[in-house]
Structure formats: C-alpha cells, structure tokens
C-alpha cells in the first residue's frame, strides 16, 4: 500500500475516523486513498477555517480526535484562527498539511511557502514526515500528541511524494498518556485555603466544568462558603437541570473585577489565572485582587475533576452537590429582542442538545434564560477568533448525530465561515443555526467607547456597520442548500425556532435584532 | 495627536490613501483617527481573505500600496493566503496587525499568538512597533519597504497601546528605493546567446508583460526569431490589440515542456526559471530542456523594460513591434459551455476592462478569446491559493473607479471569499462577476489521473463533488446585495453579460457550464 493509504488506516486504528477536508492536487492520493479505508469518513468543506473548525467541535464533543486535511501553507492558513480556537480549547486535532513533493520543494513552486512556521504557532506537535516508510508511525504519533491531556493541535506535514509511494505499512496506535494525578501537597494547599475562613473563589475550567468537576466543586462550595467561577469561554461547559450551576467569569473586565473582589485566595482548577481579554487604558489586566493568594490546584494537563474529588473528599465529606432545579422562561411578546430570543431558547432547547455559542453581543441573555433548561453542553469561541461558530457547530453534528445542535451566532462572525451551512446541508446534520443579524458590528461600537477611543465619526462607523447592503441571510441560507426563515417578532421566533427543532437536518434563522 | 493618527496621516503622506480593513478592539483607536485624516479612505471587507486580496488587487493597479488592516494573529492567518498570492505577485501592501498593549502580552490573553511568526512567512519586512514616537517612522519604513522594487507585503504590528499613546507625530515619506539598472555583461550575455543561431526562448515576467516590456521583447523576437513566452501566472499582464501578444507558459507541464521544447537558450526577464506547479510521479519539476543554457538578463528587483529595450536597441536596432490585430469572436449559439462563454467575453470585452481570472478549467478558452479585444489587462492567481479572484477584481476597482472590472471565477474558488460580493455593493464598485459554476472542484478530478492516483471510489469523488447540494450563487449574491442573474444558454449569457457591463456597479452571472 502507498503512504496514504497506510497513513489513514493508522489513523482509524487510533480511533479518528472522521476527516474534514478541503485538498488540493498534493492530496489526491490521500483522497483516493479514502475510498481503501471505508472506515474513515470524508467530510467535504467549501473553506478550510470550517474545516478546522469542525475539527474543533468534533473533538470538544467526541473527546478524540478528527483529522482536518488541508492544502498547503495557504490551506494551513485558512484554517489558522480555527485552529487558534482549537488550541485554546486544548481540542484534540489532527491536522494533515499536504506539501509538495520532497524533491519539488526546492523548486520554490508557486505554493511553495514556509508551513512549519506557521503549524508551529498553533499546534503542541509538528512533524514532516518524509519517507513513506516513516508516515504511518508519524501518524501514530501525530494521535497520540494530539490526544495528551489536555489535548491539543498536531500537525502531520504530509510531501505528496510520501503519499504516493508504495510500500509503506500502518503503524499499530500508540499509548495516549493520562491525565497526571495531582500531587497530595496542592490538594492539602487548596484545603487549607478553603478552611482559612478566608474568602475563597475557586475558578474552573477545562474539565472542571464537566459533570463530575462540577458535582465536586459544589460539594466544596457547599461546604466552605467558597464561591464557583467557571472561566469565561469554555471549550465545553456541562450545565442545565440537575448540574451545578457556576457562573463564568464576566467578558467585561470591570465587572469580573467585581466577581473575584474580596477574594484572599482563588484555587485554580482545570482554569488559567484570569486576565482581560483586552488591555484598557488605565484598567488592569489581572482580575482578581492584587492582595489574592493564587493557588493552583490543577492544570490543563491534570485531572481536574480527580482533584477536585480528592479536595471535596477532604473538606466536605459529608455534603452533597447544590443543582440547577429545572425551570424555563416563559415565551414573551412583542419585539424580537436578545432578551426575547434568549428566552425563546430557554423555553425550548431540547435535552441534550448541543449548544455552540458565538452570540456576541446578542447573547448577553442566553446563560440566564437557559439555566434551569434540561441538560445540555454549551461550547463557546475559545480563542477570540470569530467565524467559529457554525463550523464548531458542523463538527459537533458529526461527532453526535443522536442530539440537536443549535448554533446561536453572530452576523459579522457568521460571515467569516458561512460555507458552514453548505456542509451541514450535505452531511444532513441536524443543526438549527441563530444569526443575530443586528446589522453591525455591535462589540465593537462597544468597545470603541471601552478603549477610550473618541466618539466615531463616519469613517469609523463605516467600519462597525454592516448594512448599506443590508445581509440577507435567509439568502444566503437558501444559496448553500439550508432552508431559512427570517423572525421579526418573538412569536415568529418563537415558532420558527421550534420548527427547526422539530423537524431533522439544518435549518436557519434569522432574527432581526437591534443593536446595542 | 495619539500613534494611530500619526501613523495614518505618515501613510497618507507617502501615498497609502486606502485602507481595506476588518478590525477588532485592538484596532479601533486607528479605526477612530481615520475620522482625524480624510485623505484615508476606510473600506470594511467582511472577512480579511478579502482585506488582503483587496489590497494585492489595488497594488497591482495602482502600482503603490494600500493598507490591509487586521486583528492580530488569527485576522493576519485569515489574510495569509492571500498575502501569499500578494508576496508571490511582488505587489507592494502595507499590512496592519493589530496587537494587544505591550504590557497586556505576557498575560496570554485568549486572542494571544505568534503574529511575527505568521508575518514573517509572507513579508518582505516586519517591524513590531513599540512606542507610539516610533510609529510613524515605522510606517514611512513600511511603505518604503513594500514599494521596493518589485514589491512586497511590509507587515507593522500595532500594539493597541501605541495607536492610543499622545504624543506622536507623523514621519516625512522615506525615498524609494527605484529598480535596479542591469549591467551591461548580462544583456551583452543576453545579446550574445540571441546571434548564436541557436533557438532562444525569452520568457517574460513582472513588468516585463506590461506594454513597454512586450514592445521590446516583440522587437527582439522579430529580429532574431526568438520566442516569446510569458510566465503562467502574471501580476498583471497588459494585452489586447495593438500590444504584442505573448503566449503564457502552460499550466500543464506536458504542454509547456513543449514550449519550451528545442530552446538552447532561456533568457529571464523578470520571470523566474520555470518549474511545474505541482509535481507528479515521473515527471521532471524543471520545464525547459536539460541543455538549455539560462540566462538572467533581468530579476524582479531590476528594470526589466529597460533590459529589454537595450537588449532591443543592441540586437534589434531597426526593428519595430509586432502587435496583435484588432478582432473579436461571434457569439454563437446553444448550451453555455466554457468555449462558448470565452467566445462571449471575447466578443464584449469593453476597453480599458482589467480581468481578474480565478476562471481555473473553466477558463481554458479565454486567451484565445480575448487576444484581439480592445487593450486591457489581465491579473491572474499568482500564488495558487484560490480565493482570490473576488478580492481582486474588488481592490483592481478601487483603484481605477473609471474602469470596467471583470472577475471571471470558478465556484469553488468563489466560495473562499465570497464576502467580497458585499464590499463590491457597498463601495458601489464596477465589477462584473462571472461564476462558472460547474458543481465540482473541476481541476481535482483532472489532477487526480494526471498524479497517478487510481480511478476515484465514491469516497474520493465526494471530496471533489461541489452538489448536494447545488450552490446557488444568484441567492448568495442576493443575499449581499450584488444582482445577480443565471445563464444556462450562451445567448443568455450573452444578454446578461452585456447588460451587467453597460449598468454601474457590481453584477453577478452564474454561467451554468459543464464540468471537464
């Protein structure tokens, strides 16, 4: 067998077994290889960031790794911000950059560019593999280091040559390494803050706000008065009914300051120490105290929800987690507002679904009306990189065909990856995508203000304003193959949003928002 | 008056009058000072694929740069492909990576990445600027950097903090740097291999394919019975009646080998020593003959129309052009096919149109058609990574608003940057979009038997299958603010063709055509 087809049965006995791709001529032999391999299914994108993307939410859901073949540097390029998300998410992926043939590189070929330096400013791993006879265990490796607690991006470079030539042989998977036990001392550390009578925040993150991180931690609150946090863009949050409910940090860093103010001690659980997503003239960067004892508990690479365990087991032996009790809001009249929406969507969302979240602005709402909704997972754009929604979104349609998917996404980020619907469209997925089309970049009319920036005049407006044309994303919608509707009101909303739900594969909304 | 305003009034001051920008909130002190410097004119592109190519588009044209602005790392990866297109055309682009504050980095915030490692792969110069009294000699550096000869991408990374910081003031403009007069030895060497009665090939690039390049080298070529070649992918070639008409060296390495097939000498004017775009099993990546002696008579940083026409003046003294006779094709009759369609652009081609061709199989029959239209010019996918017609054709109109614009594009390629079809209604810009739509990537299924992969299953035929569902680009184009009409006949064609050139502003025609 050639390169490719060693390369792919590798990758299926380590258990990736999707690969969304957009290939080029150095890929073919990968692609013809697909059809030796029937256990690997190929998922078609129109651009590479869904490609990536969909990568992404593939993995946040299925906890393993897609592959997400790409063409080139350029192709690599194209899906660098999702791959930016991806990294932040620690999101399991395994990327496959076709190049040119080994000895074709020196001609410095029209394609020809600098692709290691571009995989190595997002992936925990990257390997050009350059003998056929090599690719299938650069392969095993390429899962295993992609797979590595906590998970992250690994870039095969794959020269076409390398796939054409025959000869090559799969490789058996390699161990994946387990989370890493944390250590007695840091639990003994976080207990002993939590019993100092000291206010205590204790901020989650990664699996920390997943089921069992969740049950842990409450159980801790619940017996040392420490408040929750969970951090502000989750790769995959557990919540709904019968979960703990954590709120997330505040994006706003004034009102986060708020969030940890008072704290003598944060414990960090799965969760970065938390900063600002932006700097602001005259406004600090780090959110909690600077008089707040930062102890840290578990890292990305750890077992979050086995120290958390291990640290409930030792300050709250005899207390049980506090849950959500179900509840939904009513379904409201009048104007299609974000409050309006939010609550249409917490009187709905199915159980089980699969929330992805790329709201902006327009989502201010969603994390309330939605709490006491049945259980459901909520994945939100983790690395600031818009246009990852719907591709986040297609990918966790894949990975769970058996739950709703619901994509609640903004119109300027929407635009970035709208091809996302044509694949949701082919692949049949059933997701029901929310555009909050309030006809502008609205965070960053926000944010003009926040930065200090003076009031805009109409050049800066232009560039925040996305009417004059209007977006038509019913259109838009219906152009890829997704049937669409457009909401004005909450009712129309309303029923709209339950149709979509009701009925399988894709569908879209648009509701007509206002701004801020 | 604060970094960003010093930094855009030292742009305006050395001609960088435009700005094709997708900003975020590191941006918008720049985004408010356009407001202080009505020179800047601030166009939004909904995705930064189209910021770049905008930019690549408006430098080609316009022969000095605009500026690309970004949102840190993932808006730079977005805009990578292409800037790769942009660096392989050598056009001049001031690119402005948005960053967070200096202090604010070494917290990792989300949006946090390896900007310089990104930029480094595609500029020709890169400065991080540091304080906000260095920005606007940064910014002189720029574009003085990018507009040396042939051109380049100069990336300014902008920290927010320095855009805010009072106290700057703009730069005077920094001299340019004029290409570089070839020495004597390398035209009496050029010279010397046309008299030796050898067969010569001269393969024409850069600026070599612009008129005073083509006149010179079709003088030499009619003195001493060169060959004249121009190279795949031009920049921009001038073309049409009353110019010397030049072939472009093949895409397919079998029929450009016969090109250049019995050439004993290859003289380089601003071209690069040919090779294959791809290479494929068995096949040599090096085009011309073994034994063909190369010359460089002149390199993209070199005057090459003033090589050529001392060459001229040495070896071609009393000879004159040979330029292309005025004619154009009949419109014929039946299905839309690409022949038809070519024979249909040919026949209405206005003068002065500058074509952006991202046509791929489709637009086989294209230099054919259209050797004898008025005189106009021609912008190809220099760099090979598609998704760049669109954003050209949009920039090319920006810079020459009394121009007709043509952007003549393959459906898969359109659907990268597609957004580009809304800056187009917004700026109200002349183009008219042609879409072959032909439901497949139609160059992939002929690739795939041209690298010896073996005949496609349905695994492979799916990944290059652009149905289920059909794109249907009159909705996209609607649902952007673009008319839009279909073709499925050539006098329909025809019909739509000619009335979207004879209304302003921007028109799309899907031509339905057969794949390969």
């Known amino acids: 067998m050639n390169g490719a087809q060693a390369l792919i049965r590798t990758l299926t006995e380590a258990g990736v077994e999707v690969c969304f791709g957009n290939p080029g001529t150095s890929e073919m032999h990968f692609v013809a290889a697909l059809d030796t391999v029937p256990r690997m299914r190929g998922v078609l994108c129109l651009f590479e960031g869904t490609v990536t993307g969909a990568a992404d939410g593939y993995g946040r859901m299925a906890g393993r790794p897609a592959a997400a073949l790409l063409h080139l540097g350029p192709g690599l390029g194209n899906g660098l911000a999702n791959l930016h998300n991806a990294r932040r998410a620690a999101t399991p992926v395994v990327t496959v950059a076709g190049d040119h043939a080994t000895y074709h590189k020196r001609f410095d070929a029209p394609l020809e560019s600098d692709i290691d330096a571009l995989a190595g400013t997002v992936s925990v791993w990257v390997r050009r593999s350059l003998r056929g006879a090599d690719v299938a265990g650069d392969a095993a490796e390429a899962v295993a280091a992609a797979s590595a607690p906590p998970g992250g991006v690994a870039t095969l470079i794959l020269p076409a040559d390398v796939s054409w030539t025959d000869g090559a042989e799969p490789a058996p998977p390699l161990p994946v390494r387990p989370p890493s036990t944390v250590p007695a001392e840091a639990i003994d550390a976080a207990a002993k803050a939590l019993r100092s009578g000291e206010p205590c925040v204790i901020l989650l993150g990664g699996a920390g706000v997943h089921r069992a991180g969740l049950a842990a931690a409450s159980r801790i609150a619940q017996a040392t008065g420490a408040r929750l946090l969970g951090e502000t863009f989750p790769a995959r949050m557990e919540r709904g009914a019968g979960l703990p409910a954590v709120d997330r940090v505040a994006y706003l860093a004034e009102s986060a300051t708020e969030q940890f103010a008072g704290a003598r001690h944060l414990i960090l659980a799965g969760a970065r120490y938390p900063v600002s997503f932006f700097a602001y003239p005259g406004k600090p960067s780090r959110l909690a105290p600077d008089d707040c004892e930062v102890h840290l508990l578990a890292g990305g690479g750890d077992d979050v929800p086995g120290a958390l365990t291990a640290l409930a087991d030792l300050v709250a032996a005899g207390a049980g987690p506090v849950v959500q009790r179900p509840g939904r ?188």
Chains 1, 2 share one sequence.
């Open 329 to 516: 809001p009513d379904i409201p009249d009048g104007d299609l507002m974000p409050e309006t929406a939010a609550a249409v969507i917490g009187a709905l969302l199915p159980e089980g679904a699969i929330v992805s979240d790329e709201a902006n602005t327009a989502g201010l709402f969603l994390a309330g009306a939605t709490a006491g909704a049945p259980p459901h997972d909520w994945l939100t754009l983790t690395g600031g990189a818009i246009g990852q929604g719907l591709p986040v979104a297609t990918g966790a349609a894949v990975a769970c065909p058996s739950r709703p998917v619901i994509a609640l996404e903004a119109d300027g980020s929407a635009m970035y990856t709208i091809s996302a619907l044509w694949t949701q469209a082919r692949e049949g997925l059933d997701v029901t995508t929310v555009i909050f089309n309030n006809r502008s970049y609205a965070i960053l009319g926000f944010e003009l203000s926040r930065v200090g920036a003076p009031g805009p005049g109409d050049a800066a407006r232009s560039l925040l304003d996305l009417s004059r044309p209007d977006l038509d994303f019913t259109a838009l919608a219906a152009g890829m193959g997704v049937p669409a509707t457009r909401a004005t009101t909450t009712a129309e909303f309303a029923d709209q949003f339950g149709r979509a739900l009701a009925e399988p594969g894709p569908h879209l909304i648009e509701a007509m928002v206002p701004g801020l």
